[in-house]
C-alpha cells in the first residue's frame, strides 16, 4: 500500500497532493479501499440521496496578481471576498460491499458566488456575483464501525476524483460610480481534481433497503475565469480589455440523506 501512496503522491501535478493533509487523505482512502476489497463480489447496491451544503469563505484573486501581458484583473494585494452560499447537492452511486463498500458517485451543484472586493479608488461597496454549477466524479470507501447485526451503525467514509466546475460570466458592479457601473470576466468551465472526507450512520429500514446519513467536507478544486476578454462599462464609455485569469478555491461542508438498495 504504501507504493501505491507514494507513487500517487510523487506524479501529482505542480506537488499539488504534498500536504501533510493530503497524504493524510490518500492513506485513508487507499486502506478504505484495500479494506473493501474482498466484499466487491457480494453486494452490488445502488444509492441516491439529497443534501444541503454550505460553502467555505473564499477569495477570488489573480492566477498571477503581478502579470502585465496579459495584465492581472486586481493586481497584488485585492482580490473579492466572500463565499458560495447554501445549496442543495443530488447525489447518485453504484457500488459494492457491504460493512465495507467502494463506490462511485456522481453528485451536482449549483452555487452561486457573493463577494466583495476591494479596488482601490472606488467608494462604497464593491459587489460581486457569479453563478456556479459542480458536477463530480469520485471513487468513495467507506467502512462501517460496528457489527453487521447491529441496525444503526456509524462509518467513516473518503473518496477521490474530479469535479467539473462551470462558472458563469462573473460581475463587478460599482455602485458608488453608478447603477450601470460594472466589469464583466468570461466564463469558464474547468477539470479539477476534488475529494471527501466524512462521517455518518447506516440505519436498516429491511434486508436490502438501508438509510444513510452521512456529513462531508469536500474540495471541488477551484472555480475560475479564464484569460480573456473583460467588457468595462462605466457612465461615459464601454470598452473591452484582455484579462489574465482569476479563480478561487471551492469547498463545501454538508449533510446528505440517502437510500441505499442492496441486491
Known amino acids: 500500500m504504501a507504493r501505491i501512496v507514494n507513487r500517487f503522491i510523487n ?58 501581458n496579459p495584465p492581472a484583473l486586481f493586481g497584488c494585494g485585492f482580490e473579492a471576498r466572500g463565499d458560495f452560499g447554501r445549496a442543495p447537492v443530488f447525489e447518485a452511486a453504484i457500488g459494492f460491499g457491504s460493512r465495507a463498500r467502494v463506490e462511485l458517485a456522481v453528485a451536482h451543484r449549483s452555487l452561486e458566488l457573493d463577494a466583495n472586493a476591494n479596488f482601490t479608488g472606488v467608494t462604497g461597496a464593491q459587489p460581486v456575483h457569479a453563478g456556479l454549477r459542480s458536477t463530480s466524479a469520485m471513487i468513495n470507501g467507506s467502512l462501517e464501525l460496528a457489527p453487521r447485526a447491529w441496525r444503526l ?90 484579462i489574465d485569469e482569476t479563480h478561487a478555491d471551492l469547498a463545501t461542508r454538508g449533510i446528505t440523506l440517502s437510500l441505499r438498495w442492496t441486491r
Open 11 to 68: 506524479s501529482s501535478p505542480d506537488g499539488a497532493y504534498h500536504s501533510p493533509r493530503m497524504r493524510l487523505l490518500v492513506v485513508l482512502f487507499v486502506s478504505l479501499q484495500a479494506i473493501a476489497a474482498p466484499a466487491l463480489a457480494r453486494s452490488f447496491y445502488i444509492r441516491a440521496g439529497a443534501g444541503h451544503e454550505r460553502s467555505r469563505d473564499s477569495a477570488v484573486r489573480d492566477r498571477d496578481c503581478s502579470a502585465t
Open 153 to 242: 451503525r456509524p462509518f467513516v467514509t473518503a473518496g477521490a476524483g474530479a469535479a467539473r466546475n462551470s462558472t458563469d460570466p462573473v460581475v463587478y458592479a460599482f455602485p458608488g460610480i453608478s447603477e450601470e457601473a460594472v466589469t464583466i470576466t468570461p466564463r469558464g468551465a474547468h477539470t479539477n481534481f476534488a475529494w471527501n472526507a466524512g462521517l455518518g450512520a447506516t440505519f436498516d429500514l429491511s434486508p436490502s433497503l438501508a438509510l444513510e446519513l452521512a456529513i462531508r467536507h469536500t474540495d471541488l478544486g477551484r472555480m475560475r475565469s479564464p484569460r480573456g476578454t473583460a467588457t468595462i462599462i462605466r457612465p461615459t464609455r464601454t470598452l473591452e480589455i484582455d
